[in-house]
């Protein structure tokens, strides 16, 4: 079971990049996948989920109205937009998956599948 992120770079202040996470071995329909980012020397933070059951996207606050979360089963992959990107979204960027449906963006453990990562630099 693995999932592979791609899509990141160094992007002005302002910018946008979009990221991609395929999934492969298993398929994505029936699990939450969540975008997580951690910058050197910070615990990972949720960005974003989308649901498995209606495809609802959650967001934390910091990137609410900037980012968004979408998935396209039939490719098996989540997408995460982003845009108006600031120099405090710089981290490494990895989604996760899961099966629970209790999920939280701030419970990185509920998640059980994570990808390697992709980077993301804003500069200002």
């Known amino acids: 079971l693995m999932l592979v992120e791609s899509g990141g770079g160094l992007v002005q202040s302002g910018g946008s990049l979009r990221l991609s996470c395929v999934a492969s071995g298993f398929t994505l329909d029936y699990y939450a996948i969540g975008w997580f980012r951690q910058a050197p020397g910070k615990e990972h933070e949720g960005v974003s989920c989308?649901?498995?059951?209606?495809?609802?996207?959650y967001y934390a606050d910091s990137v609410k109205g900037r980012f968004t979360i979408s998935r396209d089963n039939a490719k098996n992959t989540v997408y995460l937009q982003m845009n108006s990107l600031k120099p405090e979204d710089t981290a490494e960027y990895y989604c996760a998956a899961t099966s629970r449906s209790d999920w939280l963006l701030a419970r990185p453990d509920d998640f059980d599948i994570w990808g390697q990562g992709t980077q993301v630099t804003v500069s200002s």
């Open positions: 989308i649901s498995s059951s209606n495809g609802s996207g």
